[in-house]
């Protein structure tokens, strides 16, 4: 399922190896540090969000329900 959510989105985070990267290079690297803490703190080893061409932000199953909102907050703030 992740595999379709990457190719149908506009724009990926992926949180890996200690790191968020941003594939389209849109967010700033304060976002991308602020989001990193966050799953870090939550001890989240590997995980993706997605974000749609209309700016719907979905999250892979890694991350809690609880952190959906917080992460939207960082993304769009």
């Known amino acids: 399922m992740k595999w379709f959510k990457r190719l149908a989105a506009a724009q990926?985070?992926?949180w890996c190896n200690g790191s968020a990267r941003d594939?389209?290079?849109?967010?700033?690297?304060w976002k991308l540090d602020a989001?990193?803490?966050?799953l870090r703190q939550e001890g989240i080893d590997v995980a993706e969000i997605w974000i749609s061409s209309t700016g719907?932000?979905?999250?892979s199953q890694e991350i809690p329900g609880h952190l959906h909102q917080r992460l939207r907050n960082m993304i769009i703030s």
């Open 23 to 29: 594939n389209r290079n849109k967010l700033m690297q």
């Open 12 to 14: 990926t985070i992926s």
């Open 35 to 38: 989001i990193a803490d966050a």
């Open 56 to 59: 719907l932000i979905e999250f």
